[in-house]
């Protein structure tokens, strides 16, 4: 049987819904999917480099990908190495891990998103002041382990203050907590802390996701939380919005110049407008595409399709001095 040319590489976990979503608007033999962290023998990847080039393909058993100019990669998530208990399966996922990205970044493919870059984009102080060089609105932000500077930033703050965890991975979920000078201050000697002056008379959260130059918005409007994700959905309110175009086209170059095609950004509003908070460069998306209707895995497919399309007819395009 011949296989199907496929043009898409879709790079994620085999339970991950948010990436079946996706899937679900591409053409069926348009791409490939697979899972490093657990590669079947069903799926076979190979890349040899001879006369200065790599040559990659990837096959599943119905279709097949070249990798080059005019494909795509969507890498999301894909199974974490760390996540088998035995060793072996450890080693063998982290090789085809590692591998299969070399391999995809060996070549001039478009990537929603790359990891590496992802990796380096989701630096706080480096987003803030990208956010800020775009017009953004950014809070007063403080860093520091010293409780003497953090007291000081309280107390020029009016007792108004935030503090945000940076990770969630070592502890239970740490939500934004209001921060006073009646607060242990001491206490934060030894740790890096993320204080943050406070929004004040939030009108409503705003969760904007950027797909390639498409900008999709959503508010979320709590019974006056701090912070929206201590508070179940159903008690929420979800609805599409329009930012300001100001703000719209912030986002969309912000977010360019992180080197990413896809990632969502938090925003508090107030009547005064927006302020920025912060990007999620691997930002989940299904949830908010559900409850607030919003077409996002329709356009990162779109984004995907229409790449392979257009390169892919670019580079079939016979240079007209060849044809003489
Ligand atoms: N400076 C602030 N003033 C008021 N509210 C804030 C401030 N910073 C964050 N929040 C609130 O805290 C919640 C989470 O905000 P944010 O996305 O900035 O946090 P984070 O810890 O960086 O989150 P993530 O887990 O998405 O990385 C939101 O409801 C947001 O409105
Ligand atoms: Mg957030």
Request: contains cysteine; proline residues 6%.
């Amino acid at each position: 049987m011949r296989l199907r040319e496929a043009r898409v590489i879709v790079v994620a976990a085999e339970s991950d819904f948010t990436a079946d979503l996706v899937v679900s608007r591409l053409d069926r033999d348009a791409f490939v999917r697979m899972d490093p962290g657990r590669l079947h023998e069903s799926l076979t990847v190979g890349g040899r480099f001879a006369a200065g080039a790599w040559t990659t393909v990837v096959d599943d058993v119905w279709r097949t990908a070249r990798i080059g100019p005019g494909c795509a990669v969507y890498w999301r998530k894909p199974t974490h190495p760390d996540t088998h208990p035995d060793p072996d399966d450890r080693w063998r996922a982290e090789e085809n891990t590692i591998a299969l990205l070399g391999l995809l970044r060996a070549q001039p493919v478009l990537w929603v998103n790359d990891p590496v870059v992802v990796d380096a984009a989701e630096h706080k102080p480096a987003q803030l002041a990208s956010a800020a060089s775009h017009g953004m609105r950014v809070p007063d932000t403080l860093f520091t382990s010293d409780p003497a500077r953090a007291r000081a930033f309280v107390t020029d703050h009016h007792d108004k203050v935030v503090v945000k965890a940076l990770t969630q991975r070592h502890t239970t979920f740490v939500p934004t907590t209001r921060l006073r000078a009646s607060d242990d201050l001491d206490a934060i000697a030894g740790t890096l802390h993320y204080l943050q002056a406070l929004v004040e008379n939030r009108l409503f959260d705003a969760r904007v996701t950027v797909v390639g130059d498409r900008v999709f918005a959503a508010s979320i409007t709590t019974p006056g939380a701090l912070d929206w994700r201590t508070v179940l959905a159903a008690d929420c309110r979800h609805a599409p919005i329009t930012p300001p175009a100001d703000v719209e086209r912030a986002c969309r170059e912000h977010v360019r110049d992180l080197g990413l095609r896809y990632a969502a950004l938090d925003f508090v509003v107030t009547a005064d407008g927006w302020t920025y908070l912060e990007t999620n460069c691997a930002g989940e998306f299904g949830w908010i595409e559900a409850l607030a209707g919003l077409p996002i895995s329709t356009e990162i497919a779109r984004l995907l399709t229409h790449h392979t399309r257009t390169t892919a007819t670019r580079h079939r395009v016979v240079p007209i001095r060849a044809r003489m």
